[in-house]
C-alpha cells in the first residue's frame, strides 16, 4: 500500500494560479481572521464526506491531500510552507471529497469556512488569489479524475446519464468502466456489489447503486439545501446564463431568488469548451468555468439554486405564481423567469436511439472526447456549435469529418471560426453531405453519406457523430399558460398581439414580459434570440429590471 502521508512527494508547481504561496501581508490578515495551532503527522485537518470543513494554511510542515485515506491512498498534492488547502466546495459548503492529512510537523492557521467566505466577500486580493486558485485547482482535479468513483459499463444509459450529470455539474471523478477496467470489478467485490446493481457511485463512506441524480446530488452536497420558503420574490427556472444572470441582478439587488435547474447550472454554455466571443475575455473562457464563477457570485448574493429540479407545470394564484415540479413539490414566487433555453435537434435516422449517449452526441465536452480519443468522428451542422465541437474534437479524435448540406459554411458560421477550421489538418470540411445511415452492432462503427446534389452514397468510418442542427425551446411545461410563436418559443413585450395581450389590463407589456405579467422570457427561450452567450446574460440581467417594475407596480 502506498505511503498514506506521501512521504517523499514534491509539491506541484505553480499552474495557472493553483497554488500560490501567500506572501507575509496575506498572511497576517488571515491569522487575525482565525486561530494559529500546531499540528502533528497524522492528524486529519479534515475527511472526505464530511459535512463541510475549514480553512488551512500551512504556515510550517506540509500536508499531504489523499483520496481514500486509510485505505487506497491515493496521493493528490503535497502543500508545504504559506500555501492553502481547499477548493470550491469549501465555498459553497459541499462535502469535501478529499481528505488533508499532516505530513511534516508544523502550524497551521485555521480560519471557519463560514469566516473565510466573510473575508472573500470583503477583501478583493485575497479573493482573487482564493477564487483563481480554487477553479484551476478543480480544473486539475477534473482532469486527474480524482474525487467521486463511478463504476459502470460504458454501455449502460444510466452510466452515461451519470457521467454526464457529474460533468455538467463539475464535479471531478473517476469513471471505472466494468467492461476494461479490472479494478472496477475489485472495487464492487470491496463493496459487496454485483455487477447487476451498478452503475454505483462512490464518494467518501457513501456508496449509491443505480442513483438517480438527485440522490448523487444530495450525496455530493451539490445546490442549496433546504426548503424554499413559502413565497419568493422572484423565481428564475433554468440556469443557464440568462438564469445564472438573473439570478446575480436579482440577489444582489435584494430580491429573494430561488434558483431552479433541471440538471446543471451553466446550460448549453457549460457544455462549450471555448466561448471566445464573450466580451471580456480576450482569449476566451470555458464554458463550464463561465458557469462556475457565475453561481459562486449568485451563491455570494445569496440566491437559492437547486439542483437537480424539473419545472413540470405553472399555476397562477391570487398575484402569485406557483411552479410544480418533477418530484411533486412547489416553488412559489411574486414574479418568474424562464430562462430555460432550448435543446438540440435529432437528425431522422433509423437506430438512432441505440446509439444515443454510446456514439451520438449532442455536446461536446471533456465526457464526451474521452469516449472518441484516436478515433475518427464526424460532425453534422454549419453553425458556431458545430465550428467549435470541431475545433476541440480535432485535439483528441484522429480526424474530424465537419458536414453540411449547402456549400458555403460562410452562411452560417462566424468567419474568426472558419478561419481556425481552415488551420486545422485534422478536421475535413464535407459539403452538400448528408448522413443517411448509422453502421455498427453495439457501438457506432460508420455512417453512410449521400451527396446531397448528386445522391451518389459512401462509407465513412466513424466511432462518434455529434448533432449540431438547430434547437426547440424548453417549453411544454408552460403549454396553455403563456403565448408562444409557431415553433413554441415564447413571445414577450411588443411582439404580443391581439388576444395574448388580454391578461395586461393596460395592453402593455414590459419588455421581456410574456403574455401573463410578471412572467419573464429570458435567453434562447425567448422568440427570436440571437443564440449567444452574452445575449443570453443581457437579457437575464435586464429582466430584473422589469421584475423590480411589475413587483412595483402591483
Ligand atoms: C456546444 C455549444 C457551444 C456554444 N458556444 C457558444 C459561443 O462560443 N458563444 C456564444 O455566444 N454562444 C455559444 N453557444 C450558445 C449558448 O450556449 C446559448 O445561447 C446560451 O447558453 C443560452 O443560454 P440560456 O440561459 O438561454 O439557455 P441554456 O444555456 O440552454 O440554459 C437553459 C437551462 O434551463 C434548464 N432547463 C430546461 N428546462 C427546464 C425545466 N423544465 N426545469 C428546470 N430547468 C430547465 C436546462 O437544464 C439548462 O441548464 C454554444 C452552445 C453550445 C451547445
Known amino acids: ?54 480553512f488551512f494554511l500551512v504556515e510550517s510542515g506540509a500536508v499531504t491531500i489523499v483520496q481514500g485515506y486509510g485505505h487506497e491512498n491515493r496521493i493528490i498534492a503535497v502543500h508545504g510552507p504559506h500555501r492553502f488547502l481547499g477548493e470550491t466546495n469549501l465555498l459553497t459548503g459541499s462535502p469535501p471529497y478529499l481528505s ?92 459487496g456489489i454485483s455487477a447487476a446493481d451498478t452503475p454505483v457511485v462512490i464518494s467518501g463512506d457513501g456508496v449509491l447503486r443505480n442513483p438517480s441524480n438527485a440522490e448523487v446530488a444530495r450525496l ?63 482569449t476566451g473562457i470555458s464554458g463550464s468555468e463561465l458557469a462556475e464563477r457565475a453561481t459562486l457570485q449568485a451563491r455570494r448574493f445569496g440566491a437559492r439554486m437547486v439542483v437537480p429540479a424539473q419545472a413540470v407545470g405553472l399555476a397562477a394564484d391570487d398575484g402569485h405564481y406557483t411552479v410544480e415540479l418533477s418530484d411533486g413539490s412547489v416553488v412559489n414566487g411574486r414574479a418568474l423567469i424562464v430562462a430555460t433555453g432550448a435543446q438540440y435537434r435529432k ?20 465526457a464526451e472526447a474521452q469516449m472518441c480519443v484516436g478515433d475518427p468522428v464526424v460532425i453534422v451542422g454549419g453553425g458556431n456549435s458545430a465550428g467549435q465541437a470541431a ?21 452560417s458560421m462566424s468567419r474568426y471560426l472558419i478561419d481556425e477550421l481552415e488551420n486545422r489538418p485534422q478536421v475535413e470540411l464535407m459539403t452538400y453531405t448528408e448522413i443517411v445511415e448509422l453502421k455498427g452492432e453495439t457501438l457506432l462503427e460508420a455512417v453512410v453519406v449521400a451527396d446531397a446534389r448528386t445522391g451518389e452514397r459512401r462509407e465513412l468510418e466513424a466511432r462518434a457523430l455529434f448533432v449540431f442542427i ?41 419588455f421581456l414580459e410574456t403574455s401573463r405579467p410578471g412572467i419573464f422570457a429570458v435567453g434562447d427561450v425567448h422568440s427570436g434570440s440571437v443564440k449567444r452567450v452574452a445575449s443570453a446574460v443581457g437579457e437575464g440581467s435586464m429582466a430584473v429590471r422589469l421584475v423590480h417594475q411589475r413587483l412595483a407596480s402591483g
Open 220 to 282: 455530493l452536497g451539490l445546490g442549496s439545501r433546504g426548503a424554499a420558503p413559502p413565497m419568493c420574490d422572484l423565481v428564475i427556472v433554468g440556469a443557464g446564463p440568462a438564469g445564472l444572470a438573473a439570478a446575480v441582478y436579482g440577489a444582489s439587488e435584494g430580491l429573494d431568488t430561488q434558483v431552479i435547474d433541471k440538471v446543471a447550472f451553466g446550460g448549453q454554455a457549460s457544455t462549450s469548451a471555448r466561448i471566445e466571443n464573450y466580451l471580456g475575455f480576450p
Open 470 to 510: 438547430g434547437a426547440d425551446p424548453h417549453t411544454d411545461w408552460l403549454r396553455g399558460h403563456v403565448a408562444m410563436d409557431d415553433h413554441c418559443f415564447l413571445v414577450a413585450g411588443r411582439d404580443l398581439q391581439g388576444e395574448d395581450l388580454a391578461a395586461h389590463d393596460d395592453r402593455r407589456p414590459l
Open 391 to 411: 475545433m476541440f474534437l480535432s485535439r483528441h479524435a484522429a480526424g474530424c469529418g465537419l458536414m453540411i448540406r449547402g456549400g458555403d459554411l460562410a452562411k
Open 1 to 54: 500500500m502506498p505511503d498514506p502521508l506521501g512521504a517523499g512527494f514534491e509539491e506541484p508547481v505553480d499552474r495557472n494560479g493553483a497554488f500560490p504561496r501567500l506572501d507575509d501581508a496575506v498572511r497576517a490578515r488571515l491569522r487575525a481572521a482565525g486561530k494559529v495551532r500546531e499540528v502533528e503527522p497524522g492528524e486529519v485537518l479534515f475527511r472526505e464526506g464530511d459535512s463541510g470543513y475549514d
Open 100 to 191: 488533508a492529512v499532516v505530513r511534516d510537523a508544523g502550524e497551521v492557521i485555521q480560519v471557519s469556512a463560514e469566516r473565510l467566505r466573510k473575508l472573500v466577500a470583503d477583501d478583493e486580493e485575497l479573493s482573487n488569489i482564493i477564487l483563481r486558485a480554487y477553479l484551476a485547482r478543480r480544473e486539475i482535479l477534473i482532469d486527474l479524475g480524482a474525487g467521486v468513483k463511478l463504476v459502470g459499463s460504458r454501455y449502460s444509459q444510466c452510466t452515461r446519464r451519470l457521467r454526464e450529470f457529474l460533468a455538467r455539474n463539475r464535479m471531478p471523478f473517476q469513471w471505472m468502466d466494468l467492461e476494461d477496467d479490472e479494478e472496477a470489478e475489485a472495487l464492487l467485490r470491496a463493496v
Open 347 to 366: 437528425l431522422d435516422l433509423a437506430g438512432l436511439e441505440r446509439f444515443e449517449g454510446v456514439g451520438v452526441y449532442y455536446a461536446a465536452t471533456q
